[in-house]
């Protein structure tokens, strides 16, 4: 059975999202898809709009097949440590033959090569980076400029190459193909272009597509039924049943509380020891609070922004800061290893029938019973989900336990 691997978010799944599963089974040629999906909190530091299990819900309703969580600690990363997890666990299900990502140039043809040469991780591309930083770029743009300036010889174009890798698909997939060469896993990679809407657009794109961002605006200033001509029907499905149940649209001022009462009530020093808290964020975050306009996390993001500290990078370190996640736990050397297990979230028919081929190929320990298997990792996952929870109007006990508790989806 062929099987290709995707990795997702789905915040939440629309049309877009079922076009990259549809063109990647045909671009593969593969009978089966395993997702791997971010759970509450995301790699640009948000919570999800609904939960785990919801999106799950929306995968396997689409036609995923299999549904593996990437754990907390590799979700809420820049690129390189989201796709070093997000391809570990691919790789270590044993089952996967492809991966198929989107990327706004839709080739493989710069990525590649460039890709073989940054997982060997030069000096020169270190100290490309540093002379970057030092400038004033953030991380992402000095990343981009100092990847280009090493591949940049004789046929290639800094400049050129620069501006490919400053757009947010190009720069993930780059990341993709870099964990596939590091690994050295054995998973051939392949992309399709992402057309109509882009990562970043906050309206829509067409009649029929839209990004997930422009959706969640949609959703949060007019209302769910403004954004059903832009996903299918079984996303506003769940949607609805998640709000009627009051656990939908999740956003960060649901979480305004607990995440002030956590900077309000630690030092700088023990601010500093958490993770993304960095170059003096703690300081700036003591100073910004008595200024802010009104108790938010939308006017203490303002308040915090530079050109060096981009949105994202803030983002990132509040959900850190709110998960009480210590910098050891998150360090290189620690995210190095990669995960722990493969968490599994849901499955279909086609899906067990890949579980019971995990049994023999998975380098992983398969999770289907969180109760039942102890692993650091996971209990940050678990922690993460009953904040999550929590941040409901009105969390019912078993909400705050059900990620414990609960088997996975199955449709």
């Known amino acids: 059975m062929k099987t290709v691997g995707i990795v997702v978010e789905y915040n939440p799944l629309h049309n877009g999202h079922v076009l990259h599963y549809e063109r990647s089974k045909a671009l593969t040629g593969a009978d089966a898809v395993v997702a791997v999906m971010s759970g509450p909190f995301l790699q640009r530091g948000e919570p999800a709009i609904a939960s785990k299990r919801a999106r799950a819900e929306m995968a396997l309703r689409m036609g995923a097949d299999l549904v593996i969580e990437l754990p907390v600690a590799y979700a809420v990363q820049p690129a390189e440590w989201f796709a070093h997890g997000a391809v570990a666990l691919l790789a270590g299900t044993g089952v996967v033959d492809s991966l198929c990502f989107g990327s706004e140039s839709g080739t493989l043809e710069q990525l590649l090569p460039l890709a073989r040469l940054l997982a060997r991780e030069t000096e020169q591309l270190q100290a490309e980076m540093a002379n970057r930083l030092q400038q004033g770029d953030n991380f992402p743009a000095a990343y981009a400029a100092a990847a280009a300036a090493v591949f940049a010889q004789g046929e290639h174009d800094a400049e050129s190459l620069r501006q490919m890798l400053a757009r947010p698909n190009n720069s993930l997939g780059l990341h993709y193909l870099i964990a596939l060469e590091r690994l050295k896993a054995s998973i051939k990679p392949y992309t399709i272009p992402r057309e109509s809407a882009q990562y970043h657009d906050q309206v829509p794109g067409s009649a029929s597509i839209a990004s997930a961002t422009a959706i969640r605006r949609l959703i949060l200033t007019e209302g769910l039924q403004a954004v059903s001509p832009y996903i299918p029907e079984y996303t506003l499905d769940i949607l ?21 009462q956590t900077l309000l009530t630690r030092g700088p020093q ?114 993460a989900a009953a904040v999550y929870a929590a941040g409901c109007p009105q969390p019912l006990l078993e909400q705050l336990y059900s990620d414990y508790l609960l088997p996975p989806v199955t449709i």
């Open 240 to 260: 609805e049943r998640e709000m009627e149940n009051g656990q939908a649209p999740m956003h960060w001022e649901r979480f305004r509380q607990p995440l002030l």
């Open 270 to 383: 023990q601010l500093e020891t958490l993770h993304e808290v960095t170059e003096g964020l703690e300081f700036r975050i003591r100073r910004q609070l008595p200024r802010l306009a009104e108790p938010t996390v939308e006017a203490l993001l303002d308040a915090l922004k530079t050109k060096r500290y981009t949105r994202t990078k803030l983002q990132r370190m509040l959900v850190h800061v709110m998960l009480n996640h210590g910098k050891a736990r998150m360090s290189r050397s620690a995210l190095a290893e990669g995960p722990g297990y493969l968490r599994i979230l849901g499955f279909s028919s086609t899906g067990r029938a890949l579980l019971k081929r995990m049994k023999k190929t998975a380098s992983l320990p398969v999770v289907m019973k969180p109760s039942a298997f102890e692993h650091p990792q996971l209990d940050l996952d678990l922690r």
